[in-house]
């Protein structure tokens, strides 16, 4: 309990101080309130156009569509805030950064993911709350008791099911020195996978998002039971509690295998 | 045996690179089949370091100093052997003994970048659990040294090198750690930033019995401050012992220089050789242990009339330059 | 010519020593290939075409706009960017080369590098699972080449102006990567632009950005006409023309602070 309350006031102090920090670049600020912003307005042109030409993808209505894509964009700006530092992994390696930590009485991993707090990824949020709201309404999504339970089980799931695999890709770069374009990759993959419905894919590859790289939880399968909309595959129970649960066993997998990592690290160093 | 703050048995680290070879066909070659060379850095280091000791670790570039300083903090766990600090091993009580540890690498900062110095201390004051009235006595006191609060108020980016680094020095000590690992912390710096330093590790030294283990290639650091030196090379000690010592056995003599009045002298002596330094002046090289300087110089002023006289004491640099060659020479 | 040949055989030989990164930017590849196959498969469902573009054409569009994003990959802004910020530009600029030939090359030997490494796998792939990706005819074929070849241009130019951006204020920060979003949506690279609402095609006839991607990929699969092609490339040659003197103007005017401030 006590350790737990000294993080929480160092996180706190770590955000007051990279808020700080971020004030003195002003430009970039707004740059980045611009340039984030904008790139989830074009996706949702791309969809609004492309779904009002020819049909409701996979069955997946604009407004659907709108309810899924403003999910993806919350998950995806909390797990900014949160995990981003892991892709820069690498580059903390090898500028000796990570020595630094090693030698401060902290847990490294909390370091890494907070002593660059990026609230950038706020920027990402505000859109990607007003892209929700609307698609809430639009939709039709009764915020009852249990469908808002839902959503916020489905909220952290997913944060954590991108800071787990965040974190096993970043965590590649103590074995592997250019794991930067691994990310790239898996930017890619999240980016579509958040924007359109997964069963317009083959059932194999939606197979392959659900069991073995299990993007599918991270906003199609809660927003598919949340909307009641069709989501190809029949999956039982809950889907908002599998996102939670499947969120929560990669933020773990995560966890291991930065430990590995780091453990490899202080045998070879850098 | 209480008393040993650091205690490194056997410690040894292997490091495993793959070389890379350039052109077209290494390219090819790194593809499929990537040479590989283990490298000794750090092999069987012994050494025992008790409490308030100033120990100056020296060696050429790349003989293993930074790792050992590593190996000691925990960022490196060794290959072979162990070792302890305050009875506690870093490869599984990291967090426990770095609470008592300060850390300073002179070719990094610790300091966040864009933030003014006071920042990081204050920050460094949470992480290290530092309660705000011992804080503000052990700043009114490093500043009193090292005159930090003249830029605490300025952006790390925009501070010298110097102010940096005694700030990265300020920092390392705001908690009051009981030993003080020091990796090059002078490098670059101006005379009066060294001065500083010395001065600044000499105080704490004296006042809280900081253990200080200090890494640097300027010789002058060494002899203002340690009584004991560790020489490293090519991952090897070659020599452990107190300054003094080390310099009298590795130059047991000494030189006199004199300067005559009279242009024209025959001097002889026969526990001295002598060469002849331009007209009237004169090098009297002599061991210690067969005549004193004091009888020497009397020996000589019976037969002329002396009008100066300097003794040079040997030169550290000399004394480190003949260990590291010899060094080598054995290695090869 | 030497020194920009030779900088072009360094890039080649840079690329090849990166195996790993140039494997994980094919896989990069194959993904958006096939996400947006699925895609366009799954708009087309049941339609037999749209704005006189069927399934086989869009999916070739994809296919081509994949591979210009490849052959469009121009890293003169970034490498102007870093070396403002290492300070070291200054250098660049008084060496005896003009360091823009010098960039150009580089990015010359990026497109050559990416034809090998990338764009080859990629039209394999793609033949074998999605679509082959053939021109509409030889002629289409032809003007589609010529007009590739001044979307670069165009597209290297407006990247170089950006570059020299950099001199002014040391760092725009995100405005790059906005510029890069307008040009990925406006050019139609995913979505063509002909399915966006009248008035904002109209509008865009009037801007370069369809000039970079839309344009030359209409030419491959044949919904613009070789006639209308020509007039489209000439109208290309008139970006580059304007690009080129605003270009010249802004290096020119860099060229002499430098001199003055020395960088
Ligand atoms: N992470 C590493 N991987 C591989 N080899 C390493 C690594 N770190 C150090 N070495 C090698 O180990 C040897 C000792 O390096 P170390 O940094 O300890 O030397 P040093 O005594 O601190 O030298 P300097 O005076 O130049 O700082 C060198 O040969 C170096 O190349
Ligand atoms: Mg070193």
């Given amino acids: 309990m006590k350790t737990l309350s000294r993080y929480g006031l160092m996180a706190m102090t770590l955000l007051k101080i990279n808020i700080q920090r971020g004030l003195e670049y002003p430009a970039h600020l707004i740059g980045w309130l611009i340039s984030n912003p904008l790139q989830f307005i074009f996706g949702l042109i791309t969809i609004k156009v492309v779904i009002s030409n020819f049909q409701a993808l996979g069955g997946w209505s604009f407004e659907q569509t709108v309810f899924l894509y403003g999910l993806g964009i919350i998950s995806h700006?909390?797990?900014?805030?949160l995990f981003?530092?892991?892709?820069?992994?690498?580059?903390?390696?090898t500028e000796g950064e990570l020595d630094r930590m090693l030698v401060r009485p902290l847990n490294v991993f909390f370091q890494f993911c907070f002593f660059d707090f990026n609230f950038i990824g706020l920027t990402d949020m505000l859109p990607g709350i007003i892209i929700f709201t609307y698609g809430c309404m639009a939709a039709s999504f009764q915020f009852t008791l249990?469908?808002?339970l839902n959503l916020l089980l489905a909220l952290v799931g997913a944060t954590a099911l991108r800071g787990g695999l965040y974190t096993i890709i970043g965590a590649l770069s103590f074995w592997i020195q250019r794991s930067r374009q691994l990310i790239g990759v898996q930017w890619k993959l999240f980016d579509y996978s958040a924007k359109y419905p997964m069963n317009i894919y083959p059932p194999i590859v939606q197979g392959i998002f659900t069991f073995l790289l299990p993007i599918g939880f991270i906003c199609f399968y809660p927003a598919s039971q949340l909307l009641y909309a069709n989501a190809g595959f029949a999956l039982p129970g809950n889907l908002c509690l599998w996102t939670f649960a499947v969120g929560i066993g990669f933020y773990m997998l995560g966890m291991m295998v930065f430990k590995i990592g780091l453990r490899w690290y202080e045998s070879c160093g850098s | 045996?209480?008393?040993?703050?650091?205690?490194?048995?056997?410690?040894?680290?292997?490091?495993?690179?793959?070389?890379?070879?350039?052109?077209l066909r290494g390219a090819v070659k790194n593809l499929f089949k990537p040479e590989k060379t283990v490298k000794r850095a750090v092999d069987h280091v012994s050494f025992e370091i008790t409490k308030g000791e100033i120990v100056g670790y020296i060696g050429p570039n790349g003989a293993g100093k930074s790792t050992t300083i590593k190996m000691m903090c925990g960022i490196l766990n060794p290959t072979g052997g162990n070792v302890l600090i305050n009875g506690m091993s870093p490869v599984n009580q990291r967090q426990k003994i770095v609470m008592d540890l300060g850390v300073v690498f002179g070719q990094r900062s610790q300091l966040y970048w864009d933030l003014p110095l006071g920042e990081s201390f204050e920050l460094l004051r949470r992480i290290y659990l530092v309660d705000r009235a011992k804080y503000e006595a052990n700043l009114a006191e490093l500043d009193r040294i090292l005159n930090v609060h003249?830029?605490?108020?300025?952006p790390v980016r925009q501070l010298s090198l110097g102010q940096r680094m005694r700030g990265d020095l300020a920092a390392a000590m705001l908690h009051s750690p009981s030993v003080l690992f020091l990796d090059e912390p002078t490098i670059g710096l101006d005379v009066d930033v060294k001065y500083a330093i010395r001065k600044f590790i000499k105080e704490i030294n004296e006042k809280y019995q900081t253990t200080v283990i200090l890494t640097t290639h300027d010789l002058d650091d060494i002899q203002a401050l340690c009584k004991r030196i560790i020489i490293i090379n090519d991952g090897i000690i070659v020599s452990d012992s107190p300054l003094e010592e080390l310099i009298e056995q590795e130059l047991g003599h000494r030189l006199l220089i004199v300067e005559l009045s009279a242009g024209d002298f025959h001097v002889t002596h026969p526990k001295a050789e002598i060469t002849p330094l331009g007209s009237n002046r004169l090098q009297l090289k002599f061991r210690k242990d067969e005549i004193s300087a004091a009888a020497l110089i009397s020996d000589i002023s019976a037969q002329y009339q002396i009008r100066d006289l300097q003794i040079k004491e040997a030169d550290i640099n000399d004394v480190i330059r003949q260990i590291y060659a010899r060094s080598k020479a054995a290695c090869l | 010519m030497k020194p920009y040949l030779y900088m072009i055989k360094i890039k080649l030989l840079l690329a090849l020593s990166y195996r790993y990164e140039v494997f994980i930017t094919f896989i990069t590849q194959i993904i958006l290939l096939f996400?947006?196959?699925f895609f366009w498969k799954a708009a087309y469902k049941g339609i037999d075409s749209v704005a006189m573009v069927n399934e086989r054409q869009m999916l070739i569009y994809s296919v081509i706009s994949i591979i210009l994003g490849n052959i469009f990959s121009i890293s003169v802004e970034d490498s102007i960017r870093q070396k403002v910020r290492k300070g070291n530009v200054a250098v660049d600029f008084l060496k005896p080369v003009n360091i823009f030939y010098m960039y150009f090359s580089e990015d010359i030997g990026n497109v050559v590098t990416s034809v090998v490494q990338q764009i080859i796998p990629i039209l394999i792939v793609s033949s074998l699972f999605i679509v082959v990706p053939a021109p509409a005819s030889a002629v289409h074929f032809i003007l589609f080449l010529v007009s590739v070849c001044c979307s670069y241009l165009i597209m290297w130019l407006i990247s170089a102006i950006f570059g020299l951006f950099y001199f002014w204020v040391i760092d725009i920060g995100p405005l790059g990567e906005i510029k890069n979003y307008m040009i990925l949506i406006l050019s139609g690279s995913f979505v063509p632009v002909w399915l966006f609402p009248p008035i904002i095609q109209k509008t865009l006839v009037f801007l370069p950005f369809?000039?970079?991607?839309?344009?030359?990929?209409?030419?491959?699969?044949?919904k613009t006409s070789p006639m209308p092609a020509l007039t489209g490339i000439a109208v290309q040659a008139v970006w580059i023309l304007g690009f080129g003197l605003l270009f010249g103007k802004i290096k020119r005017h860099v060229e002499k602070n430098i001199m003055v401030q020395g960088g």
């Fill in chain 3, 35 to 37: 996400v947006s196959s």
């Fill in chain 1, 146 to 148: 249990a469908n808002t």
């Fill in chain 1, 77 to 81: 700006g909390l797990s900014v805030v």
């Fill in chain 2, 1 to 23: 045996m209480q008393s040993a703050v650091i205690l490194a048995n056997n410690l040894s680290k292997e490091f495993i690179t793959t070389k890379k070879s350039s052109g």
């Fill in chain 1, 84 to 93: 981003i530092q892991t892709w820069y992994m690498g580059f903390l390696i």
């Fill in chain 3, 210 to 222: 369809v000039y970079i991607y839309q344009f030359p990929i209409s030419v491959f699969i044949g």
């Fill in chain 2, 150 to 154: 003249e830029f605490i108020d300025t």
